[in-house]
């Protein structure tokens, strides 16, 4: 690729929420003189907040798709379907999957994160880990396919993670299979639901009463919660194996456990956490390349560490997208602090939501759901994009 002597390039990784919305920014307000280029391994890229609800059918997947084409095409950027493999960073170039290295000036990166490897045997063999989340909603098709074909077997489904995913995925999983079976005329007990968490209370960094109260919720709608279970196999066909003696049979075992970052980052030669994420500093930048940018989940901020939410990687959009635009133009970077507590309002899989902030919960109730659907249709919103390029 070739760049005119006055120009730079700005590559961006990965079509997450913080680069979604840097797109966004730069198709409303006028772009540096910068070739940008977009580098994602899908053109619709999963929006967090309203993943829940889909798997419980409320939302299309249209609906909970951010269309990566149209959203480069109104930023004057160039999209480009591949898969960054690695970084050569001697020569400023991204390595992918399928095409050429591609050079650049600026780079950032929002690639979001993975359920961390596991040395538990029979993880990678038969589970289904809850990222990526095209893999996840494929094989989560095949699961509602099943339903429909044959709601008269019955099905038990195994989570293992009691993170705000995986009591989310409970909630919503049960929801959605249990809608197909009612349909069906079968009966909701049919369908069993294990969720495993290795510590004593769901959902630690939460507030005591969202904690307890998710749990409560589980129990009473017969989902069973293995709480002090620590897996320590996954077997052929789906059993799983615990330190107490546990043994439990299932049909599909979804992994939602902590997150961690692809292996090609560790490699890099860029500077990262314990946990093998870009370690940055305020102003987004590499602690180690201050080229390089990133954002979302496969960041941390060195002296501002947060938990691994898409709350986060929202509110880094606009400083992201100033900051790279200051640096293309040579211009000194602002610095951005995240909130230490940000209010989150978590599906219970019935058109109710629950909200946690720092040590204060609420509800579950109808109204918060409410809220939480507007907060994320409105977002959505900000990336339709009108008369797209086709």
């Known amino acids: 690729m070739t760049k005119s002597a006055a120009s730079k390039n700005l590559v961006l990784v990965g079509g997450g929420h913080s680069h979604a919305i840097v797109l966004e920014l730069f198709a409303k307000k006028a772009s540096p003189d910068a070739n940008i280029i977009l580098i994602s391994d899908v053109d619709r890229a999963p929006y967090s907040g309203m993943l829940p609800g889909h798997v419980a059918g409320f939302y299309r997947?249209?609906?909970?798709?951010?269309d990566l084409k149209p959203l480069c095409d109104a930023a004057g950027a160039k999209f480009y379907r591949d898969r960054a493999i690695g970084l050569d960073?001697?020569?400023?170039r991204l390595l992918c999957e399928n095409g050429d290295p591609i050079p650049f000036d600026v780079l950032s990166l929002d690639i979001g994160s993975t359920p961390a490897k596991s040395s538990v045997p029979g993880v990678e063999e038969y589970t289904t880990p809850a990222k990526p989340v095209p893999n996840f909603l494929q094989h989560w098709q095949n699961i509602l396919d099943r339903v429909s074909k044959h709601p008269e077997e019955p099905i038990a489904i195994a989570i293992v993670g009691g993170g705000a995913g995986g009591v989310e995925l409970a909630f919503n999983a049960q929801t959605r299979i249990q809608t197909i079976l009612e349909r069906a005329d079968r009966?909701?007990?049919?369908?069993?639901i294990h969720l495993f968490h290795r510590g004593s209370q769901l959902m630690e960094g939460h507030a005591p009463l969202v904690r307890t109260t998710l749990e409560q919720i589980l129990r009473k709608r017969g989902i069973d919660v293995h709480l002090n279970e620590n897996v320590t196999a996954i077997e052929p066909g789906c059993t799983i194996r615990c330190e107490s003696g546990l043994e439990v049979e299932s049909d599909r075992v979804f992994w939602v456990t902590q997150a961690s970052s692809p292996d090609w980052i560790a490699n890099s030669k860029l500077a990262t956490s314990d946990g093998g994420f870009i370690l940055i500093g305020e102003t987004l930048q590499s602690l180690s390349h201050p080229h390089i940018f990133a954002a979302g989940d496969?960041?941390?901020m060195q002296s501002h560490p947060r938990p691994k939410a898409g709350v986060f990687a929202v509110r880094q959009g606009q400083p992201l997208f100033e900051n790279l635009r200051n640096s293309l133009q040579n211009k000194a970077l602002k610095t951005y602090i995240p909130q230490k507590n940000l209010l989150a309002l978590i599906g219970t899989g019935d058109e109710r939501a629950i909200a946690s902030r720092g040590n204060i919960g609420f509800g579950p109730c109808g109204l918060l759901w409410k809220w939480k659907d507007r907060i994320d249709r409105d977002f959505m919103q900000r990336f339709e994009i009108d008369n797209p390029t086709p």
């Open 61 to 66: 997947f249209e609906e909970c798709h951010i």
């Open 89 to 92: 960073l001697e020569n400023n």
């Open 187 to 192: 009966p909701p007990s049919n369908l069993t």
């Open 298 to 300: 496969i960041a941390t």
